[in-house]
């Protein structure tokens, strides 16, 4: 966890230093720029992704697995594994294979996850736990979750069985975490980060990570690459975890105040709760804490995440991790590719914009 | 599918040809000799076992798990892996990590399973679901999956990890299978029979043919210990289903009629259903496909069973495949741990005693 960059004054982040900042222009496009960049791979990887969600034995798997995967998500994770191999050099295809693999992790806790919080839209539909029911949702799920085995191990490759393996098993740890913490009110950020870096950011670096080992580089480059896709899954979630109090609605695919109405303590919140009068923290703790909440909450919270800058200081860490990623890449060749990533990582955080 | 098998006259197969069943007393303890013949070996697995469902991030995980690992259940599927192993002449530790593999598996099965089916009690005990919610099971299931995953990937084998990724997938199809199928009464056993290989039978034949990887065995051996696996898992779940409607509640550690309640169309209730005369069908449809359940239809449902001679045949059936089972052993050395894998095949049919 990199303290430093969390406890540095974020003052000095904000619009005064313009030069810090990339233009809107380049960051609008950054993702469809890397996307041009991998496209025949990513196309490669959408037919492998098509063709191994289909069961033989229950059609009904790629009914519902269909519906979440080709329901327009962005596919950045697997992108971001094309790109980190193709950076490194590889020729090969198996990258293929593994950015198959990674959506396929990712598709299997999207499922999970909507059965576990109850979610009812996903990716700007109905979720398929609220179509098809938690049944369904878990089984497809678990399906989806061993294919991603079976992609990965046509590899032959042991190291990056084993790193995708222990990313699955720390993202569960961190959505178990996150069910036992999800209701407190701390005065620090640890366990909440200890969440956003196992359920999220552990499958951005496993993704990253495993594009440099594919390519068969040094210990040094695949650190780095794993320090990117971990920095960046960070900085992803911190922005996530903003816009769900302040992202327009159909641009996210789903509700703004979800996570309020479920109770969560994200780091708008726990910087609000920490910063608020005896009143405030009271508050808090009845719609967070004791999940008592009445009409009118939601706009109370905002108006006190506002007042605590909560929001805006959340979306500063954000870019406080996105500059550590953008500094991992500096050992990799100078290459369109290589500034694709580096934009795409600045509008990951532009998105809160 | 073993056609012959299942369509064999199921007559000859009863007391009257005493010769053909093993006695009583040799079934009784055939479990207890298998688990004594690999004593140290499931010493050290229990050991794995235990170490390895801990998280340091979420001590919920290890509480949870621990409920269900430590229930006693009979650790019968790794008990297999290690005398598949060991009958192989193996004489490393691998077989461990596969034997605590295989646990792992079947234990996060379970914990979906019981999610699915609502189940109430588990090993005698009231179930993780229960205890815990619906939502700490799915997501420690999918730890366990994980770690599954990462205990094999300890082994280096590919091969192992293939068999192993592919039964965890076919297993997951069998269950939505199951699920899209369960309350269907067809009049064939057909999707009834992929049903229990893929959600059953796929782990013990999984768990008996890595025993035979790891030992380095040739192709024929390893596909004669899949088939033993198999055939023994079919007979298992057909057993399992006739338990259903009479076993004994604290034997099983769950309670009777659960299929029933569920509106299962286990092989028992096809062979009545087929066998009926028109109220006698109408009496299935209504309970199993509309679910429209009465008080006292339970007892009106063991009636037609017996009348139906659906148990004992469905017995039956599970000793035709222990007799398969039972010759794909012959290949292998007449010792010990042969006649104790032979007589716990033969103990899993006498549950039904």
Redesign the interface.
Known sequence: MPEAAESRDTNNMGPSQPEAQPSAASQAGAYERLRALVAEDLEAVNGLIRSRMV?E??P??AELASHLIEAGGKRLRPILTLAAARLCGYEGAHHQLLAATVEFIHTA?LL?DD??DESARRRGKESANILWG???S??????L???S??LM?ET?S?RV??IL??A??????????Q??SVNTLADDDDIYM?VIR?KTAALFEAATQVGGVIAGVDPEAEAALAQFGAELGVAFQLVDDVLDYGGADARLGKSIGDDFREGKATLPVLLAYRKGDEPTREFWRRVIVKRKQEEGDLEHALVLLEQADALTETAARAREHIAIAKRALERFPQTPLRQALEDVSDFVVARTL
């Not at 878990?138 to 399906?143: A, R």
């Open positions: 069961s034995q229950a009904l798997i806790t999970h059965v576990v938690n049944k369904p878990v089984l497809v799920g678990d399906f979750f061993s294919r085995f079976q191990v032959g042991i069985l084993e393996s222990t699955s098993a720390v993202i569960a740890e961190g959505e178990v975490l069910l036992a200890r196992a």
